[in-house]
């Protein structure tokens, strides 16, 4: 599995006249797009990076830690002590 690690923010606009252009800028290249989960099981992200400006990868850690009881670092929880 793998993923990159870039976020491109795309900008939909119509040119007087009525012609259509897409603006593609890069906005960040380390985005975290790619999570490890138990049974050697894989997330991946794609697509809109964020759910109310909030970023997903905060959306899955969350999950991963508070429902699957992985640690930070994608560590098992009960192997820290927590």
Do not use: W, Y
Request: charged share 10%; net charge neutral.
């Amino acid at each position: 599995m793998a993923a990159d690690s870039r976020l491109t923010l795309t900008i939909p606009r119509t040119q007087p006249g009525g012609q259509a252009q897409t603006l593609s800028l890069t906005t960040s290249d380390s985005a975290k797009k790619l999570f490890v989960a138990p049974n050697n099981v894989g997330i991946a992200t794609c697509g809109a990076a964020d759910i109310g400006g909030v970023p997903i990868a905060g959306f899955i850690e969350s999950f991963a830690f508070t429902q699957i009881g992985l640690a930070r670092d994608g560590a098992p929880v009960h192997s820290l002590g927590l």
